[in-house]
């Protein structure tokens, strides 16, 4: 996960993050002694869990804060410290899995090519990432709030379309299997649960500003998301999922 993050808030409100991820494990179906690459591993939730199903896990990511919380989680687990683009193992693995991490990874082509370069021939990857119109209204709140051009000189996320995703992998080597882009709205509890995740996720937009700006940021799109985004107490998030798996041929 690129950026510095903020671990403990992370873990204390976010968990949804891994445990609507933990579905993607089913379509893994990691097998005791596989080697499984996780990029993105963030604090190491999902690899604890392929872990538990007995495959050696190595996690990796960016993020020095995520990096030693998942040491802390999980201390008998590998986990490396390396964008996901310059990471190389000498021992290639039998599937590299990636859950909620592949589209804060720009430009893409260096990850999609690792992700090939680390897998033995035959092996797979199983990952789910943001997809094309991911968080729509959040983005579209972001650039009348903050202005488009701003938006797009600090925006860290890219939300592919199947078509682009899959271009990227066989690019990159790999044969695409099987892909879906689909909707999974996100509850996010509470009045001030959309404020949370904007101070979790939007750092880079909200790097440099003063309180006072933050505050009015976060009003503005309060009052712009709510009438879209706020039922029963809770704050539904429009997340769009890209999920994908592809094959390294031998
Ligand atoms: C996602 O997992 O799709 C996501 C998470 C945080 C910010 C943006 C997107």
């Not at 092996?123 to 959040?138: D, K, Y």
């Not at 379309?161 to 882009?181: P, R």
């Not at 985004?229 to 890209?242: Q, S, V």
Request: glycine share 12%; net charge negative.
């Amino acid at each position: 996960m690129a950026g510095t993050w903020d671990v403990s808030r992370y873990e204390a409100s976010h968990g949804y993050v891994w445990s609507l991820g933990a579905p993607l494990i089913g379509m893994l179906d990691p097998k005791p002694g596989e080697r499984v690459l996780d990029v993105g591993c963030g604090a190491g939730q999902l690899s604890g869990e392929i872990a538990r199903l007995g495959a050696e896990v190595t996690g990796v990511d960016s993020s020095p804060e995520m990096i030693a919380q998942a040491r802390i989680n999980f201390p008998g687990l590998k986990f490396v410290l390396s964008d996901a683009a310059a990471f190389t193992s000498e021992a290639p693995f039998d599937a590299v899995f990636s859950n909620a991490a592949l589209h804060w990874m720009k430009p893409p082509e260096g990850a999609a090519r690792a992700m090939a370069r680390a897998l033995k021939p035959g092996g797979r990857l199983v990952a789910e990432m943001g997809g094309a119109g991911n968080v729509a209204s959040i983005v579209e709140g972001l650039k009348a709030s903050l202005g488009e051009e701003y938006f797009a000189q600090r925006n860290p996320w890219f939300y592919p379309t199947i078509g682009e995703y899959a271009t990227l992998l066989e690019q990159a080597g790999l044969e695409v299997v099987n892909a879906s882009l689909f909707p999974r709205p996100t509850r996010l509890e509470g009045e001030g649960g959309l404020r949370d995740w904007l101070e979790m996720f939007c750092r880079a937009f909200l790097e440099g500003m003063d309180k006072a700006a933050k505050r009015e940021l976060m009003e503005a799109m309060e009052g712009r998301l709510r009438e879209k985004l706020y039922r029963e107490g809770a704050w539904h998030i429009d997340y769009r999922r890209l999920r994908i798996v592809a094959r390294k041929p031998g």
